[in-house]
Nanobody
Framework: QVQLVESGGGLVQAGGSLRLSCAAS???????FGWFRQAPGKEREFVAS????????TYADSAKGRFTISRDNAKNTVYLQMNRATPEDTAVYYC???????????????WGQGTQVTVSS
């Protein structure tokens, strides 16, 4: 069983930066990791994903050029660096993990509990 614990959320001013972390436990060798977010009254949406090696990343259009996903397999941790934050980035951010071979923007087997990010204008 894989467990995911997010941290690093909080309040940031528009234009500021925040780094989210996702600590994984259990068997995650070879797994793809992703970040999703859900704003109040909206559906959960894909933000970014990263392959096991880190050599392949995918971003939602809203994240391109501002967010960076990375991972440290030695620490079993995935990160989401958020730069130039806007109020539209306010949401609960979820970390997710899945074995390879699935669609990295949609199909995940394991989810964290989420961390709140609030961007003030």
């Amino acid at each position: 069983q894989v467990q995911l614990v997010e941290s690093g959320g909080g309040l940031v001013q528009a234009g500021g930066s925040l780094r989210l972390s996702c600590a994984a436990s259990g068997r995650t060798f070879g797994y793809v990791f992703g970040w999703f977010r859900q704003a109040p009254g909206k559906e959960r949406e894909f933000v970014a994903s990263i392959s096991w090696s880190g050599g392949s990343t995918t971003y939602a259009d809203s994240a391109k050029g501002r967010f960076t996903i990375s991972r440290d397999n030695a620490k079993n941790t995935v990160y989401l660096q958020m730069n130039r934050a806007t109020p539209e980035d306010t949401a609960v951010y979820y970390c997710a993990a899945t074995p390879p071979g699935k669609r990295p923007t949609q199909e995940y087997d394991y989810w964290g509990q989420g961390t709140q990010v609030t961007v003030s204008s």
